[in-house]
């Protein structure tokens, strides 16, 4: 199945912006859902967004959803998140990952990659 590496991670200040970068390999992302999931320390694994195969269809978890814009560019094999406006909260390991269905429940998706750190600077 398909494999996901995760770029673009780094430190920003607060009030900051930063996108991140999911690239597929082995096989194209055409055919998943993909969602976006971040694992602070401490803390468990939470959604963050999701988009549907031909990006008719995005959601976003509360804590995010206005500041965070998730999309995909299947001829690419690449999914993104733009972060704007964050926060110390948002400091967290961010992760994509793959669903063969609509879903923002992490144990549905079958292909995780390693994860980006994203650090907020208070």
């Known amino acids: 199945q398909v494999q996901l590496v995760e770029s673009g991670g780094g430190l920003v200040q607060t009030g900051g912006s930063l996108r991140v970068s999911c690239a597929a390999s082995?096989?194209?992302?055409?055919?998943?859902?993909m969602g976006w999931f971040r694992q602070a320390p401490g803390n468990e694994r939470e959604f963050v967004a999701c988009?549907?195969?031909?990006?008719?269809?995005?959601y976003y978890a509360d804590s995010v959803k206005g500041r965070f814009t998730i999309s995909r560019d299947n001829a690419k094999n690449t999914v993104y998140l733009q972060m704007n406006s964050l926060a110390p909260e948002d400091t967290a390991v961010y992760y994509c990952?793959?669903?063969?269905?609509?879903?923002?429940?992490?144990?549905?998706?079958?292909?995780w990659g390693q994860g980006t750190q994203v650090t907020v600077s208070s």
């Open positions: 990952a793959a669903s063969s269905e609509w879903t923002y429940r992490g144990a549905s998706y079958h292909t």
């Open positions: 082995g096989r194209t992302l055409s055919s998943y859902v």
């Open positions: 988009i549907s195969v031909s990006s008719d269809s995005t």
